[in-house]
């Protein structure tokens, strides 16, 4: 069974950073496409930011220059730091593996077979 966990939500002032983790087996870390995508309520989830196995990366204009994604490849960790927080990034964060033909796709919700439980992250103005 594949197992993504994420932990490091929590609430914080605008402003403030987070970093979120995503830790999971050695396959699937090596192996597929790894992103956070997030869902706000009543809002539908959406791509934050992908690395694929090779590396390379894509990142939404809506946190582009404040978020970062990052892999520890040694311990199998996908992280997400966030910086400059905005009220508008209230959501539950997802973690998600799966493979992506295309760099366009990354974002996009299709690719992802696999799928973290979730980790709250609430930014109060």
């Known amino acids: 069974q594949v197992q993504l966990a994420e932990s490091g939500g929590g609430s914080v002032q605008a402003g403030g950073s987070l970093r979120l983790s995503c830790s999971t087996s050695?396959?699937?870390?090596?192996?597929?496409?790894m992103a956070w995508f997030r869902q706000a309520p009543g809002k539908e989830r959406e791509g934050v930011a992908a690395m694929d196995s090779d590396g390379s990366t894509s990142v939404a204009d809506s946190v582009e220059g404040r978020f970062t994604i990052s892999k520890d490849s040694a311990e199998n960790t996908l992280y997400l730091q966030m910086d400059n927080l905005e009220p508008e990034d209230t959501a539950m964060y997802y973690c998600?593996?799966?493979?992506?033909?295309?760099?366009?796709?990354?974002?996009?919700?299709?690719?992802?077979?696999?799928w973290g439980q979730g980790t709250q992250v609430t930014v109060s103005s």
């Open positions: 050695t396959y699937i870390s090596k192996t597929y496409c």
């Open positions: 998600a593996a799966g493979s992506v033909g295309w760099a366009r796709d990354r974002l996009t919700l299709g690719p992802y077979k696999y």
